[in-house]
């Protein structure tokens, strides 16, 4: 496993239909942390998951969006019944969790650019 | 969370020192603060992270005063392949892992 794997890169769907984002966190690291960002933005946020278990959500839109990490497979960023607004770049993060004094950063994805016609 | 302030955007020239300072007031005893670069098209990438007076690795070097209120990225002898946006997170560690907010970032642009 050479990173985090995200797929597909691009994505293009009609007003209305569902978006999936797959993520595949490093080999080892169980927090998978996913991101929105609009062009000329940083990024915003959304969830934060451990396997089987969302951890924070704080970020995530009350309506059509869900994320799961099941026990097996990858994590999924669903978003239904899409709209224009929702066209972005979704990143995956993951992360191993060691002692502070060790000191690491996230490992993003290459990220799926989603775009709504 | 701790806000951080950068600024908008830098120019350099290739084979100059870049410093980015980024300011965080607010930031928790227990925060860490980290530096993130991103090409165009391309997920964020982990350069440096530290707590307190200065990281060096390969890459680059991070000072951080001992009020801990602000902290300077340190690149040297930047090339082209440097130009990119920078993000400075300041963030907590703790049992539940990470969560760290990115501001807009300071965009790079590295001049022949």
């Known amino acids: 496993n050479a990173g985090v794997m995200q797929n597909p890169r691009h994505l293009v769907r009609r007003r209305g239909q569902e978006a999936r984002l797959r993520c595949s966190p490093m080999?080892?690291?169980?927090?998978v942390y996913w991101y929105r960002q609009l062009p000329e933005e940083g990024l915003k946020f959304m969830v934060y998951l451990q396997k089987e278990n969302i951890i924070d959500e704080s970020g995530m839109p009350k309506e059509r969006f869900s994320a799961e990490f099941p026990k097996e497979g990858p994590s999924i960023l669903r978003i239904q019944q899409v709209v224009r607004g929702d066209s972005a770049a979704y990143f995956c993060a993951s992360s191993l969790l060691m002692e502070p004094r060790q000191g690491d950063g996230y490992t993003f994805g290459s990220g799926t650019r989603l775009t709504v016609v | 969370l701790a806000k951080t302030t950068q600024p908008i955007s830098m120019d350099s020239y290739e084979g100059q020192e870049v410093n980015i300072t980024c300011s965080h007031n607010n930031i928790a005893t227990n925060d860490y603060i980290t530096w993130y670069q991103q090409f165009p098209s391309q997920g964020p990438r982990f350069i440096i992270q530290g707590y307190k007076t200065k990281v060096t690795n390969e890459v680059a070097s991070l000072f951080i005063p001992a009020d801990r209120k602000s902290s300077t990225l340190s690149l040297p002898r930047v090339s082209l392949s440097d130009t990119a946006v920078y993000y400075c997170?300041?963030?907590?560690?703790?049992?539940?892992?990470?969560?760290?907010?990115f501001g807009p970032g300071t965009r790079l642009s590295v001049l022949p």
């Open positions: 080999k080892g690291h169980s927090h």
């Open positions: 997170l300041v963030g907590r560690r703790d049992n539940y892992g990470q969560n760290f907010v």
